[in-house]
């Protein structure tokens, strides 16, 4: 299922379609739709250009990702592509997973808890806004190479290629590490083979 890139009011009232429950009362965007809302409210206000892209709101300076706007089972959630630079002096980001260099999300759950953390909220996206102006980067470790068995799949398949070099840089990593993973070549073509559905899907390896 591709994700629902048509609009943000399409996201709010349908979902991100990038699963089975898309445009159902059970999709997880309903659970955070006034929070979503709220959170959207603080983004318009602020120079950022507002777009759709792999099925959520996502907000660009330049035409460079600064935040991304989008739901968790468990809250929703602002994500920072460069969180990892930014000044964090009460805690409040998350780090996506072990793995995670460059993004780290704010977390709410519920329209209290913005209140509570607006002034933080407002202060980070102002640094991530100032980060993107500068160019600042995250300073990392080198890149994973490429497992020769990820590349021969993707070589081909022209549509499998166009799926997986539009996700996002992490989730692009999150198939790297997991076909790099196996010891066996073998093993790795196997695994290869199986991430199909998830890149066609937009999705992130660990994602559900």
């Known amino acids: 299922m591709p994700?629902?890139?048509t609009s943000v009011e399409?996201?709010?009232a349908e979902g991100c379609g990038r699963c089975e429950l898309f445009q159902t009362p059970e999709c997880k965007v309903h659970a955070w739709s006034e929070v979503l809302v709220a959170l959207?409210?603080?983004l318009v206000e602020t120079e950022l250009s507002e777009v759709m892209k792999w099925g959520s709101p996502c907000y660009t300076l330049g035409g460079k990702n600064v935040v991304m706007l989008s739901a968790l089972k468990d809250a929703a959630v602002l994500s920072f592509f460069k969180g990892a630079i930014l000044p964090d002096p009460e805690?409040?980001?998350v780090k996506p997973g072990p793995n995670s260099?460059?993004?780290r999300y704010l977390e709410f759950v519920s329209l209290e808890d913005?209140?509570?953390h607006r002034e933080a909220t407002h202060a980070l996206l102002a640094a991530a806004i100032d980060a993107e102006r500068q160019g600042k980067q995250v300073e990392g470790k080198p890149k994973e190479p490429m497992p020769e068995e990820l590349q021969a799949a993707l070589d081909a398949d022209?549509?499998?290629a166009a799926a997986f070099a539009a996700l996002t840089p992490g989730r692009r990593r999150s198939y790297i590490l997991h076909v790099s993973g196996a010891k066996q070549s073998a093993t790795?073509?196997?695994?290869a083979e199986r991430c199909a559905e998830k890149i066609f899907a937009g999705k992130g390896f660990n994602e559900r």
Do not use: D, I, M, Q
Not at 188 to 191: L, T, V, Y
């Open 114 to 116: 913005l209140e509570e």
């Open 158 to 160: 022209e549509e499998l």
């Open 188 to 191: 790795r073509a196997k695994r």
């Open 3 to 5: 994700p629902n890139n």
């Open 10 to 12: 399409s996201y709010l």
């Open 40 to 42: 959207r409210g603080l």
């Open 91 to 93: 805690g409040l980001l």
């Open 101 to 103: 260099r460059h993004a």
